[in-house]
Structures are given as C-alpha cells and as structure tokens.
C-alpha cells in the first residue's frame, strides 16, 4: 500500500518534469520560460530527495533553481526591448542539437546500466564505502568530492573562477534596488542571519551529513542577493583587494593542499588519512567564502563600481 | 481521536491550497493573486504542519516541522513584499510608492 502510493507519487513528479520541461521550451515567452524552468528545478530537487541523494536535492534547489532563477529572472530584467522575439533556429542547428542530445543520451543509459548491471567490477559504491574510515568525513558524499576525487572539485572552482572573470569584464555590476519599506527591511533583516547561519551549519554538517560547500555558498549568495534586493547599502562588497582574494581563496587554498601533499607524499591532492578531515574542512571553507563571492559577483552581472577607478563608466 | 483531529486539520489545510491556487488562476493582476497565494503559504501549511506534528512522537521532529512552517513564513512574506513591490514599481497609473526611484 505504502510502497504503491508512492510510486503513483514517483509517477506524477515524472510526468510534471516532462511537462515542465516541455513548457520551458515551448513557453509564450522569456518570462514565462524562466518562470517554467524555476519551477522545473524545484521539482527536480524533490525527484533528487526521493532518490535518496539529498546532497544533489539541496545543490539542485539552491544552485539549480534559486540562484540560477534569480540569475535568470535579473537578466530578463536587463533586456532591451525587442530581444523577446523568437527567432527559429535553422534547420542544421535544430538536427546537429538533436543528435547531439541523442548521443549523450545514449552514452548515460550505456554508463548506467554499465553500473547497474554490469557487474564486471565492484560497484563504486562499496569501494567508497571500503575506504570510508582514510577519508577523514563520515559522509560518503563529502568523502568521494573532497578526498577520493578531490580533483574533480578542484576543476569545478576552477571553472566557476573562470566564470567569474568572464563576467566581471563584461562592465560594471547592476545598481543596488532602492531601500525596501519598513515591512520588507525587516523580513530581509530577519532572514539574512538565517541564511548565514544555515550556510555556516550546512558547512559543518557536510563531513557526516548531507552538505558542503556548494550549498553553504549557494546560501550565502542567496542572504547577499537578498540584501542586494532590499537596497540593504549597509551590505557593501568588499574593497578590491580583499573580493579578489576572496575570489581565488578557494581555488588557492585547494591547490596549495594539493602541492603540499605532492610534496610530501608524491601524489597530487593524496590527503594523509590522519590530517584529512582537517585539511577538507580548511578547503570547504575556504571554498564556501569563493562560491558565495562568484555566484554573487555572477548575479551582479559585472565588476563593483570602483573596480577600475582609471576607466570611466557610465553609471548603470 | 488524535487520528481524527489530525485528518481535520490536514484537509482544511488542503483545502487553503486549493483556494490559493484557484486564486492565483483566476485573479485579475498580481496583487490579487499574491494576496491569493500566501493565504495556501501561511494557513495551509500551518494546517498541514499541525496536522502532521499530532502525528509525530519525537519532539525533536515536532521542533523540526514547526521550524520549516515559521522559515516558510519568513520566506514568502519576504518573497510577497518583493514581488508586490516590483509590481507596484512597474505599475505605469498605478499608485506608486512614495520613494519610488
């Protein structure tokens, strides 16, 4: 009975995403699409939740749905008149997408059953769970992210700092909306410590528990916007020299671990089992204080005002 | 008893939601709507949240879903008053606030 109530639970979640994501696509508008993939992510965190991965649940409905859609919904709000009209791909662009999407879709069914039922080698997971008790965090997750494939993470902040940079040259970064009403400044006073808070817990609890850094930081971008949306002034970026640092931090911090365990061991980003938790920990901060610094900066759209004194903009 | 208590407060909850949405689809413009919706988000889920917590034995879990109600609250009321404010700024006739930009 349970177990068949949920599946018909399972059965609608699927068809909204379908549905969803059709409606994304084919939406009468931008505005309407954005509004339909917000949407779309949400319930794509719930569908993460009910396959027992609440890590990506949380990244997905913080990073994929809230910080991607304010994103999306602030450079909506920039669009010049007339950008709205849809222009039809050509036919080329359509059938190359197509195949492509065809062929990745193909080679993730390959790579699944590959795991599910191949069976040729141990599944990934009982190796991770083997070795659990080297990788200094009791969260499998956290484990495979920060130890076992620390590489790959290493690449992930690499890849948001380039980010960053492409959009910091693209010009100066979007006003700061006027002051909210009494009513709204408070709300916002209220929840922006919640926010921090629940990104310093989400930090923490990521050795044994669902979390880490992506959401701590995807948290603290999101009280930053917050306070960006209420013209809370008070919530000033930091001067040049310290966003900079505060940009690289993570990346820095990262590969300096990694030397250091080059130097020591011989084997890049090899954590010795005995310091480890400590040393994912230090990366995981300083890496929050990164992520929520590059995915604020992205949502601003462009550099602070006084990035550049030498250079003149007009002020947008 | 608590069985039938809880069973109540689930389905006036339920029944706040689905007013809520037939708000949101059938009111005239976003205030409207807005004022629709946070009726489902604030009522609703207090209803549906009570009606669950009779169901819990563990007060840590009861804490925990009274929690989730009181942060939803905080969030939707701040997310209204944002979106009522874009709309009132976006409004051409409308009357706008005082200390418009």
Wanted: charge should be neutral; hydrophobic fraction near 55%; glycine fraction near 10%.
């Amino acid at each position: 009975m349970k177990a068949g109530a949920l599946l018909y639970l399972d059965l609608i979640m699927v068809i909204l995403m379908l549905v969803l994501a059709i409606g994304a696509l084919h939406a009468r508008s931008l505005r309407h699409a954005v509004i339909l993939f917000i949407v779309f992510g949400l319930v794509v965190a719930l569908a993460w939740a009910r396959l027992r991965a609440p890590d990506i649940a949380l990244a997905e409905a913080a990073i994929g749905s809230g910080l991607a859609g304010a994103l999306l919904l602030a450079a909506l709000r920039d669009r010049r008149p007339g950008d709205d009209a849809t222009r039809r791909a050509p036919v080329w662009q359509s059938v190359a997408v197509g195949g492509l999407v065809t062929a990745l879709v193909v080679l993730l069914a390959w790579a699944f059953l590959e795991v599910q039922g191949g069976r040729a080698n141990e599944p990934l997971a009982n190796i991770v769970q083997a070795t659990l008790h080297e990788s200094g965090v009791s969260n499998p997750v956290t484990a495979v992210l920060l130890n076992f494939r620390a590489y790959d993470t290493l690449l992930e902040l690499t890849v948001l700092l380039a980010a960053l940079l492409g959009v910091m040259s693209l010009g100066p970064q979007r006003s700061p909306m006027r002051a909210a009403e009494p009513m709204a400044a408070g709300l916002i006073g209220w929840l922006i410590p919640l926010l921090i808070l629940a990104g310093g817990y989400l930090l923490w609890v990521g050795a044994h528990a669902p979390g880490g850094a992506f959401q701590a930081g995807a948290l603290l971008a999101a009280a930053a916007v917050l306070a960006h949306l209420g013209g809370r002034r008070e919530f000033q970026l930091p001067g040049h020299t310290r966003l900079r640092l505060l940009a690289v931090a993570g990346c820095a911090v990262f590969t300096l671990v990694g030397v250091s365990t080059l130097l020591g061991s011989g084997v890049l980003l090899q954590l010795p089992s005995d310091w480890a938790g400590g040393l994912i920990l230090l990366i995981e901060l300083f890496a929050t204080a990164s992520i929520a610094t590059a995915l604020f900066l992205v949502y601003l759209g462009g550099h602070p005002p006084s990035w550049n004194s030498r250079e003149v903009h007009p002020d947008a | 008893m608590l069985d039938v208590i809880s069973l109540l407060l689930i389905f006036s909850g339920l029944a706040f939601y689905l007013a809520g949405t037939i708000g949101v689809l059938r009111m005239p413009d976003t205030l409207c709507r807005l004022h629709a919706v946070t009726k489902a988000d604030n009522l609703g889920l207090g209803l549906l949240a009570s009606g669950v917590l009779l169901q819990l034995s563990d007060p840590l879990q009861m804490l925990k879903l009274l929690l989730i109600w009181v942060l939803v609250l905080a969030a939707s009321a701040t997310g209204g008053q944002l979106i009522a404010r874009h709309t009132l700024d976006q409004k051409p006739n409308g009357d706008p606030p005082e200390d418009a930009r």
